[in-house]
């Protein structure tokens, strides 16, 4: 019994200590990625600089340059992740919901798309799979055409086409909400760029211009704080959607321009304006005998057209 009444208390000292111990290991891995993952990502902002002025230079080398980027920048916080096992993983999209217990159902339908949407991202420039099929520079930033694809408009029924961007160099704001009742508050960090403007200038088989479909810019799906939901998400990189109509049977190819505005740090505000050029693919386009309803203006630098009668 004497012995007992010895062991006990040094196996619950020695469990104490241990836990303390054990506690104290994983808040400084946890220290430790945050601070290795902040340096990794200013490296990043750093090296990216020359992919965007290949935008510019040489558009054909800037998918390829972004490939690299990313190879490199994954690899190393897959060593990061090495050094620190001990770590917390990513949070899952079950946790990042479990932490909302009060959100309505719109607004966890609205965090799983939006989860969804930046996984789906982060996955493919991890894997490799980054291929813009066209590359614009304009105002020190850079615009990939990521992809165009058919499918069902998500605000409405009918058909569209979905068009995926990137846009690189956006500027990242820093913001912290109030909790209730005054106390401290959450920081929240964002991408911040206005698009002002989208126009696609649709031109016929015989090269001149056939219509015009333009909207305000602003993308149907825009993920701006991309790191909010994946920590190791890359920074400076906006990845959006925009939805719009079904071309013409007659568009050959399609010409996009779009206008960003990007807000500086004092009262002044910079303009973007990039333009790319793209052969119209046959899934892009209505189906036959499907009349195309978008108003189609005539450019006013062409002669007026005469009279065959």
Same mark, same amino acid.
Request: glycine share 10%; proline share 9%; aromatic share 8%.
């Given at each position: 019994?004497?012995?007992?009444?010895?062991?006990?208390?040094?196996?619950?000292?020695?469990?104490?200590?241990?836990?303390?111990?054990?506690?104290?290991?994983?808040?400084?891995e946890q220290l430790s990625v945050r601070a290795e993952r902040a340096a990794l990502k200013r490296e990043f902002v750093e090296r990216a600089l020359p992919a965007?002025?290949?935008?510019?230079?040489?558009?054909?080398?800037?998918?390829?340059?972004?490939?690299?980027?990313?190879?490199?920048?994954?690899?190393?916080?897959?060593?990061?992740?090495?050094?620190?096992?001990?770590?917390?993983?990513?949070?899952?999209?079950?946790?990042?919901?479990?932490?909302?217990?009060?959100?309505?159902?719109?607004?966890?339908?609205?965090?799983?798309?939006?989860?969804?949407?930046?996984?789906?991202?982060?996955?493919?420039? #991890?894997? *490799?799979?980054?291929?813009?099929?066209? !590359? @614009?520079?304009?105002?020190? =930033?850079? /615009?990939? %055409?990521? +992809?165009?694809?058919?499918?069902?408009?998500?605000?409405?029924?009918?058909?569209?086409?979905?068009?995926?961007?990137?846009?690189?160099?956006?500027?990242?704001?820093?913001?912290?909400?109030?909790?209730?009742?005054? #106390?401290? *508050?959450?920081?929240?960090?964002?991408? !911040? @760029?206005?698009?002002?403007? =989208?126009? /696609?200038? %649709?031109? +016929?088989?015989?090269?001149?211009?056939?219509?015009?479909?333009?909207?305000?810019?602003?993308?149907?799906?825009?993920?701006?704080?991309?790191?909010?939901?994946?920590?190791?998400?890359?920074?400076?990189?906006?990845?959006?959607?925009?939805?719009?109509?079904?071309?013409?049977?007659?568009?050959?190819?399609?010409?996009?321009?779009?206008?960003?505005?990007?807000?500086?740090?004092?009262?002044?505000?910079?303009?973007?304006?990039?333009?790319?050029?793209?052969?119209?693919?046959?899934?892009?386009?209505?189906?036959?005998?499907?009349?195309?309803?978008?108003?189609?203006?005539?450019?006013?630098?062409?002669?007026?057209?005469?009279?065959?009668?």
């Amino acid at each position: 019994m004497r012995l007992l009444r010895v062991l006990v208390p040094l196996v619950i000292a020695v469990g104490v200590l241990l836990a303390a111990w054990l506690s104290f290991r994983t808040r400084s891995e946890q220290l430790s990625v945050r601070a290795e993952r902040a340096a990794l990502k200013r490296e990043f902002v750093e090296r990216a600089l020359p992919a965007r002025a290949l935008a510019v230079e040489r558009p054909r080398e800037a998918g390829e340059e972004a490939r690299t980027l990313f190879r490199w920048y994954f690899d190393e916080l897959q060593a990061m992740r090495n050094r620190h096992p001990g770590a917390a993983p990513e949070p899952s999209l079950v946790a990042l919901l479990a932490q909302r217990p009060k959100a309505t159902p719109s607004d966890r339908q609205t965090l799983e798309e939006f989860y969804r949407f930046a996984e789906e991202r982060f996955g493919a420039m #991890r894997a *490799g799979r980054y291929d813009p099929l066209r !590359v @614009a520079g304009g105002g020190g =930033l850079r /615009l990939d %055409l990521l +992809g165009v694809e058919p499918g069902n408009h998500p605000a409405g029924p009918g058909r569209g086409l979905r068009i995926d961007f990137a846009l690189w160099g956006v500027p990242r704001r820093s913001e912290r909400e109030a909790q209730p009742g005054g #106390r401290g *508050g959450v920081e929240r960090a964002a991408l !911040v @760029a206005s698009f002002r403007r =989208l126009t /696609l200038h %649709l031109v +016929g088989g015989d090269g001149k211009p056939y219509g015009e479909m333009s909207s305000s810019g602003e993308p149907y799906l825009k993920l701006a704080d991309p790191e909010r939901l994946l920590e190791d998400f890359p920074p400076g990189i906006l990845f959006g959607t925009w939805w719009v109509e079904p071309f013409p049977r007659e568009a050959a190819r399609v010409k996009l321009a779009l206008e960003v505005q990007v807000p500086g740090s004092a009262a002044v505000s910079s303009d973007a304006c990039f333009s790319c050029d793209v052969p119209v693919a046959e899934e892009w386009k209505l189906a036959p005998g499907v009349p195309f309803q978008a108003q189609t203006r005539v450019d006013p630098s062409l002669p007026p057209a005469r009279d065959k009668r």
